[in-house]
């Protein structure tokens, strides 16, 4: 049994090196062992660390504001049932004709406003709503798809954590134990 968790142990830390190799991008050889009598227990509670993860996640942010841009594309669709009313202004100057023949100069100004109302545009309006509607929802989901994995992954670190920290403290009092016999 022991030469089996000495595998193990040994195959956890050529994974955990290949980890720090891939993080930092450089191979690590050799890592001092962590020496200390006591550590500390997990800091905080549950609770608190899944609100931090999830209030800094990257990810999360980044599908939270796409949620935001998805909800505005359906805004948008939806703003193109209204009137339009446009303002339009121009000024021309002219002092040559036809054939660029010589003519008094001219100058011509105007100014315009124009009220469109859309009746009816072959559905393309309903379809471009129920499309962004669609996106919104979607984009809804992923977002709460990875909250909730945030907070599964959150809620095992710190399980484990809390239960390391307890194995730990049973080992040192069998080792204690053992020295005694």
């Given at each position: 049994g022991l030469l089996t968790r000495e595998i193990e142990v040994h195959n956890a830390q050529a994974i955990a090196r290949e980890?720090?190799?891939?993080?930092?991008g450089v191979p690590a050889t050799g890592v001092e062992p962590l020496v200390r009598d006591a550590l500390p227990a997990a800091p905080g509670d549950e609770e608190q660390g899944v609100r931090e993860a999830v209030s800094r996640?990257?990810?999360?942010?980044?599908?939270?504001?796409?949620?935001?841009?998805?909800?505005?594309?359906?805004e948008s669709g939806r703003a193109e049932y209204l009137p339009r009313l446009s303002l339009s202004a121009s000024q021309i100057y002219a002092d040559?004709?036809?054939?660029?023949?010589?003519?008094?100069?001219?100058?011509?100004?105007?100014?315009?406003?124009?009220?469109?109302?859309p009746i009816y545009e072959g559905g393309r309006v309903q379809a471009s709503v129920r499309d962004a509607t669609a996106k919104y929802r979607m984009s809804l989901?992923?977002?709460?798809?990875?909250?909730?994995?945030?907070e599964r992954s959150v809620r095992s670190a710190y399980l484990n954590a809390v239960a390391s920290y307890a194995r730990m403290g049973s080992t040192a009092e069998e080792t204690r134990a053992l020295e005694k016999v």
């Open positions: 980890r720090l190799r891939e993080t930092t996640n990257p990810n999360l942010l980044a599908l939270g504001k796409a949620s935001e841009a998805a909800s505005r594309l359906v040559q004709g036809y054939d660029n023949r010589q003519v008094p100069e001219y100058e011509v100004g105007t100014v315009g406003v124009v009220l469109s109302m989901e992923q977002y709460e798809a990875m909250r909730r994995e945030i």
